[in-house]
């Protein structure tokens, strides 16, 4: 398995508070995405980074922000948490040359009650 | 952005062979053609990519057609445990480079 590893992978937070989550990988790839998934839907990217300090928004960015200060470790924040954030969070990585493989985290469920 | 377009559901008997196919038709040229699969929640599951050539291995054949505009995603022998959500994705080119966008995928339920 490709080394990617999510954290928390379970979390239960309150409306209005802050949250991160993180991604942390050990194939010092150049490309890192979080994507989140609900119920009944595909994945949905929410900011993806191309290498260190450098992030763009994907198609659900609103209410989240990024950040990559190294290159193993892609945070993602919930500045002030919403029900409508409840969700599955997945990170990737992958290096996109010669065609390699994209590997997905496991996953972080996030409630927000 | 390079967008695909998948049929929601498929139906296939177990044993058979699955197509799913995929549109991409503005994909670019040197961008790559990735399938990946997910079972219930979790982490999507890396299955063949290819660029412009057909591939096969141990999971699964891609046929990418000669205009690149679209692909199939074969599973030779359908088995109850391919029942998933398969996913087509193409890779975004210019400033968007590395921009990977999923689109709705197709649910396949294979059955006996």
């Known amino acids: 398995d490709a080394g990617i590893t999510q954290s928390p992978r379970h979390k239960v937070t309150e409306t209005g508070t802050p949250v991160t989550l993180r991604c942390h990988q050990t194939?010092?790839?150049?490309?890192m995405y979080w994507y989140r998934q609900d119920p009944g839907h595909g994945l949905r990217l929410i900011h993806y980074?191309?290498?260190?300090?450098?992030?763009d928004k994907g198609e659900v960015s609103d209410g989240y922000s990024v950040s990559r200060s190294k290159t193993e470790d892609f945070l993602l924040t919930l500045e002030s948490a919403t029900s409508s954030q409840t969700s599955v969070y997945f990170c990737a990585i992958s290096d996109l040359r010669g065609g390699n493989t994209i590997y997905f985290g496991e996953g972080s469920w996030l409630t927000v009650v | 952005d390079a967008k695909t377009t998948q049929p929601p559901s498929m139906d296939c008997a177990e044993g058979r062979a699955a197509n799913l196919p995929c549109n991409h038709s503005t994909i670019s040229g040197n961008e790559y053609v990735y399938w990946y699969r997910q079972i219930h929640s979790q982490g999507p599951q890396y299955i063949i990519h290819?660029?412009?050539n057909n591939e096969t291995n141990e999971m699964a054949s891609l046929i990418i057609t000669e205009d690149r505009k679209s692909s199939t995603l074969i599973l030779p022998h359908a088995t109850l445990r391919d029942t998933a959500v398969y996913y087509c994705i193409a890779v975004a080119g210019g400033t968007s480079y590395g921009k990977l966008t999923f689109g709705q995928g197709t649910i396949l339920t294979v059955h006996p």
């Open positions: 290819g660029l412009k």
């Open positions: 980074s191309y290498g260190v300090k450098d992030t």
């Open positions: 194939e010092n790839h150049r490309y």
